[in-house]
Every structure is written in C-alpha cells, then in structure tokens.
C-alpha cells in the first residue's frame, strides 16, 4: 500500500503514458491499418502484392526487434534526430497496422458478394455501394477483433518502457530499483493495466451496440 | 481476378486502368525500393567489408547459439504453456466453485497484465529469493523468461482449450453420462481430443506468439537471439561503427523465417481438418486474440460457463 501512496505522482505519470502512448499508436495503426487493406482488396496486383508483404513481415516480426529497428536502424538510415517517444509510436503504429489491416479486410470479406451485386443494380456507384452497403456491415464485424487489437496495444505498449519512455512499465522498473516489494508493484501497476483494458473493451462492447446491424 | 463485394466484373475501360494503376504502383514500390537501397548505400550500410562479418565463424557461432538458446526457450515455454493451459482449461470447467473461481481470476489477471511486466517481476523476485530456489536460483533470467511465457500463453492456451471443449455438441456429453462414463473419462476420451483436434490451428498460432515473445528477454538481459547478437555488433567495429543494420537485417530474416514456418504448419493443418467432412469443425490458423469468437464462450456441452465477459447468471 505504502508504494502507491508514497510514489502517487509516479504512477499517474505512467498511467498517462501508457494511456497516451496506445491511443496515439491505435489512431496511427488504424489509419495505416486501413491503407493497407485498401491495398490488399484492390484490383491492382502490385498493390495487394505490397499489402500482403507488408502483413507478413510486420505480424512475424518480434516486436522487440521492432523497436530496436527504430531505435537503431531508422535514425541512421533514414530519419535522424526522433525522440524516443516518437520511436515508440512508430514501432507500435507499424506493428499493430498489420493486424488492423487483417480484421478490416475480413470484415470486408463477411459481406455477402449478393449484396453488392443488389446495389450495382440498382444502379449505385462505387462510392455509394461501399459507403451505404458494404463499409455499415463490415464495421460491425471489425468491431469485435479491433477491441482485442487495442487491448494489445496497450500491453505491447509496455516495451517502450524498456526503451526510456515514460509509461507503467518504466514505473515498475524505477520502483523495484529503489526496493520496494515487487509484488505489490506488481499487482498496482497490473491493475492500472486491469483499468485501461476493461475501459477499451466497455467502450467496444458499447460501440457494437450502437453500430448493430441485422444480419 | 475473382468477383469481390467491391468490384464488379472489370470492363474494358477498367481493364485498362487497372494495368495503369498496376505500372505505377510498380513504379512507386520500386520508388520505395530503390529509396531504402539508396540510403543504405549512402551510410556505407551495403559495402562488402560490413557484410563480410558473417563470414567470420565467431560471428557466425555467436548467431547459432543465439537461435538455439531461443528455441529451447520456445521449447519449454511452449510445452509448460500447453500443459498449464490444459489443467486451468479443466480446472474453469470444474463443478467446484472455488476451483473455478480461482482458476478465472488466475486466467482474466495473468491476460490482462502484460507479458513484459510479468516476466520482469518474476526475474526480480527470482534474483530476491536467488539462495533459496535451487535450479531456479542458479540461472533466474532464463526462468523469469520461461515463467512468465508459461503463464501468460497459459491462460490463453486455456481459454483456447476451453473454446475448443464449448464446440463439442452438448448431447455427446449427455449419451457418454447414459453410458454411465465418469467425469473424468468424459473429459479425456470425448472432451479433449475433440476440443484438441477442431483447436490445433489456433493453438499453434497463439506458440508462433509465444515464439515472438521469447525476445522479451532482451529486456532483463537474457541472452536469447537478439540479445545476443546486439552484445555481439556491439563489440565489431566496421569502418569505424558498429555493424547493427546488417545485424538487424539478417536477425529479422532469421525470426521471420522460424515464425512462418510455424503458422504456415498451422494453416496446413487447418487446411486438412477443413476436408473432414465429420466431427466439430476446425477453428481458424488465426491468433486466439484475433478471433473474437474463439474467447467467449456462453454455453458449452458442460452447462452455462461462468466468468464470461458478458455472462451473468
């Protein structure tokens, strides 16, 4: 108990972190997410070809390594002078961008090919079919993995903690340095995390809600 | 090109834009190509002396044990993972409420914290009671990393199993009771090897995960393979830096290789278990994480399952 009170400021600090940190790489993931499976369903061969290389080398890439590619190969090769912070984003944006390209085109994929068949018919263009019939029932798909993707976002998160940015797993290392009781760091920090989760996934569970749609 | 929901048949007039865009989509990737070629060239990344490390045995030695000390963390973690998730799968299904409740609160925690914090304070607590655990004590980095593997891709491997267990039809159960089998003998002759069978793509997915996650140990220092070969470009200087690019790229071809290799088994396999046209069907090669329908599970042949998300009784 005497570690949270005494260390308050500490793990508000890291809590904002991570919070900050999941939120800023889940808007960058989904967008990239979303370019990427626009590219994967396309009718452009080299396109999806960029796509699917794009998915296979960032899920089967430890990210880990991800991070130390950003921390030590793009500053040479590529862009100089990143904080850290920016590093991190750019690592968990890239990874997580994979996964979110996966669900969204699954969720595509669920559409019945029936139902834009009626809409060309009717004499919809490409826009109309996409933004009235296809995307309103693929989202409600998407919905369910997105949650689980955010949910590990925000643990993967953790890494950029290991690389000197500011979150709850850089609060678990400076406390257990300065010898406190890891467990009980442990079981703070773990509910700290309990919290976020729970947040992301009430708020999706909310979303599907709003968003049902009869199938 | 097969019809999609979002294309018709493609015309003439689309045919050709289609190979229009196809041109400069090569054009732009080979843009994108020929750009990273030419900022490596420009660092001096793609000169022959900084390749030719990996023709020096040490070098060559160092990686070869960094892969091996990876897989047999991959080794026991994934065995450990396996047989923890089995008994907390069977443990939620208990009719004993405090052994349920016990095993779901142990499940929801230990997949709720990230694997990194676990690992580190295991790896700590290790290093606290270092005198006192025997095996444990004498090499606390490779068990806080085993460990904590274990207990995360445990619970989720038990949730996995579980899954697995829900899609077996609820009147099997009830014939095998008629026939006047014990629980136990329900559980291991009908339960498991069905839950098994239909789960095996989406268990071997959840170890390619477990594999990924083995370079954790980077960060409390163990010498798996990218701790490894980062201590070792640390100490080659190439043309006066250290040689991490070149290191990094031949590391990541090395995880990218043993990872495929371990889903494309899983979509084999799903591939085959798909043909059978008999039995509960085969779950997807997809992460457990990322099938949402594989981790909530309301009713299975066992009666309502307790400790869902969104279950009450």
């Known amino acids: ?215 | 090109m097969t019809a999609s929901v979002l294309f018709d048949a493609p015309g003439p007039k689309a045919r050709l834009r289609n190979r229009l865009y196809s041109v400069l989509g090569s054009l732009a990737l080979l843009a994108l190509l020929a750009f990273a070629v030419y900022r490596l060239d420009a660092k001096g990344q793609l000169d022959p002396a900084v390749w030719n490390i990996f023709n020096n045995a040490g070098v060559r030695t160092n990686i070869r044990d960094g892969v091996l000390t990876t897989l047999k963390v991959f080794a026991v973690a994934g065995v450990l993972s396996l047989v923890l998730g089995l008994l907390l799968a069977v443990a939620r299904l208990s009719e004993h409420r405090p052994v349920r409740w016990f095993a779901t609160g142990f499940i929801e925690l230990f997949r709720a914290v990230p694997l990194l914090i676990t690992i580190y304070a295991l790896w700590v607590l290790f290093l606290t009671y270092k005198n006192d655990l025997g095996v444990v004590g004498d090499n606390t980095a490779f068990w806080g990393l085993v460990i904590g593997l274990t207990v995360y891709n445990g619970c989720v491997q038990a949730e996995v199993f579980r899954a697995g267990i829900n899609a077996v039809p609820r009147g099997q159960v009830e014939a095998a009771y008629a026939l006047g089998l014990r629980k136990h003998q329900v559980m291991t002759t009908l339960l498991l090897p069905q839950a098994v069978r239909s789960m095996l793509p989406t268990m071997i997915s959840q170890l390619v995960v477990t594999l990924k996650d083995t370079s954790l140990g980077y960060v409390i220092t163990y010498t798996e393979l990218l701790y490894a070969t980062r201590t070792m470009a640390n100490n080659i200087v190439v043309n006066g830096e250290n040689p991490f690019t070149a290191v990094t790229i031949v590391v990541g071809a090395i995880y990218i290789a043993m990872c495929l290799t371990l889903s494309s088994l899983a979509t084999w396999i799903e591939r085959r278990g798909r043909r059978a046209k008999t039995g509960v069907a085969v779950a997807a090669a997809a992460e457990p994480a990322e099938q949402p329908g594989v981790l909530d599970v309301a009713h299975g042949p066992l009666g309502p399952v307790d400790g869902d998300a969104d279950h009450t009784r």
């Open chain 1, 1 to 215: 108990m005497n570690v949270l009170l005494d260390h308050l400021a500490d793990f508000r600090e890291g809590f904002i972190g991570t919070v900050l940190l999941t939120l800023a790489s889940g808007l960058v993931a989904m967008m990239l997410g979303v370019i990427i499976a626009g590219f994967r369903v396309s009718p452009v061969p080299p396109l999806r070809m960029f796509g699917t290389a794009w998915v296979t080398l960032f899920r089967n890439t430890p990210l880990t390594l991800l991070f130390l590619i950003a921390w030590f190969v793009v500053p040479v090769i590529f862009v100089p002078g990143l904080s850290p912070w920016m590093k991190a984003l750019l690592a968990l944006s890239f990874y997580t961008s994979a996964f979110v390209c996966e669900a969204v085109r699954s969720g595509i994929n669920t559409v019945p090919l029936g139902q834009a068949e009626a809409a060309r018919s009717l004499g919809m263009t490409f826009s109309q079919t996409l933004r009235l019939i296809v995307l309103p029932q693929a989202t409600r798909t998407v919905i369910a993995p997105l949650s689980s993707i955010f949910i590990a976002l925000t643990k993967n998160s953790a890494i950029a903690g290991a690389f000197s940015v500011t979150e709850l797993f850089g609060v678990q290392k400076l406390l257990s340095d300065k010898g406190f009781p890891i467990t009980w760091i442990f079981l703070w920090v773990a509910l700290a995390y309990l919290v976020i989760t729970f947040s992301i996934s009430g708020l999706f569970r909310l979303l599907e809600r709003r968003l049902g749609v009869a199938r």
